[in-house]
Nanobody, 118 residues
């Protein structure tokens, strides 16, 4: 059974950086596409970045130029490097997994809280 566990969240000041990690067990990340999402209180879940098996990445306009997704196949871990953080980035951040040929993410982690103070 594939499981995802996020870590690395916390409290950071405006302009600061954080790196989130998503460790995958029960499967190899090289076999899947991976994505990072977030959900702020009272808002819908938002897709941030995605990385395909090929390594091709896409990112949303809200984080373009600030957030970067990467993967370490040897560690079976996906990372989200977040720079120039803003208070509006405050949310619970989730990683998720999908088959490369599908648009549907079908396995999710429990999330990690990121709080950006002004």
């Amino acid at each position: 059974q594939v499981q995802l566990v996020e870590s690395g969240g916390g409290l950071v000041q405006t302009g600061g950086s954080l790196r989130l990690s998503c460790v995958v067990s029960g499967g190899r990340i090289r076999d899947y596409a991976m994505g990072w999402f977030r959900q702020a209180p009272g808002k819908e879940r938002e897709v941030l970045v995605d990385i395909k098996r090929s390594g091709y990445t896409t990112d949303s306009d809200s984080v373009k130029g600030r957030f970067t997704i990467s993967r370490d196949n040897a560690k079976n871990t996906v990372f989200l490097q977040m720079n120039s953080l803003k208070p509006e980035d405050t949310a619970v951040y989730y990683c998720a997994l999908r088959n490369d040929y599908s648009a549907n993410y079908h396995i999710w982690g429990r999330g990690t809280q990121v709080t950006v103070s002004s």
